[in-house]
Structures are given as structure tokens and as C-alpha cells.
């Protein structure tokens, strides 16, 4: 992908919800996915990340899905998406600092 960095971050969508789980990582994706407004679901290794149009409208909805299904998660938390998210969708693997 090419573009600027604010271009690359909308590229993304305008909202990310980051979801931290202890388990049930791919049932809760597959929950989130058939969910309206989500555009794109990403599993890591403590959570998932929700990417969408409208993050505010969409956590509410997300945690009553969850909670329906007995999925409680650690934390909901709705923020700007970041270049971290966009080499994330560009790549499958996150950014991650390795200092010793």
C-alpha cells in the first residue's frame, strides 16, 4: 500500500475496537465478523481487533453479542486506527519491539 500516513490509517477504517480476551479468540471473531458495520476482524495472541466505520456505534452492539454467548472480555476499548493497524492488515503480524 502506498500513500500518506493519515491516507494509510483510513485505509484501515475510521475506528478500531480492540478486544482483550483470556480464550475463546475465534468464537468471539466469528461473533464479531456477522456483526453489521464491522469491516475486518484480526485475531492476536490476547484479544481481537475490530476494525469499523463507527466505533462508538458498533462496542455496544459488540459487548451484547459477546455477552449473549458467555464470552467476557477483559477489556473494550475504542481508539483511532494507527500505522501498527495498518501494516497489521498489509501483513497479518503486528509491529512488536523485541528489546532485551
Excluded: C, M, W, Y
Amino acid at each position: 500500500q502506498e500513500g500518506t500516513p493519515t491516507e494509510l490509517k483510513r485505509s484501515v477504517g475510521s475506528d478500531v475496537i480492540v478486544v482483550e480476551l483470556a480464550d475463546k479468540l475465534h468464537q468471539a471473531a466469528d461473533i464479531a465478523d456477522a456483526l453489521g458495520g464491522v469491516d475486518d476482524v484480526t485475531i492476536g495472541r490476547r484479544g481481537i481487533t475490530i476494525s469499523t466505520a463507527n466505533g462508538a456505534g458498533l462496542v455496544a452492539d459488540v459487548a451484547v453479542a459477546f455477552s449473549r454467548q458467555g464470552i467476557s472480555p477483559q477489556s473494550l476499548t475504542v481508539r483511532t486506527p494507527s500505522l501498527d493497524d495498518v501494516f497489521l492488515r498489509a501483513t497479518g503480524h503486528r509491529l512488536t519491539s523485541e528489546i532485551d
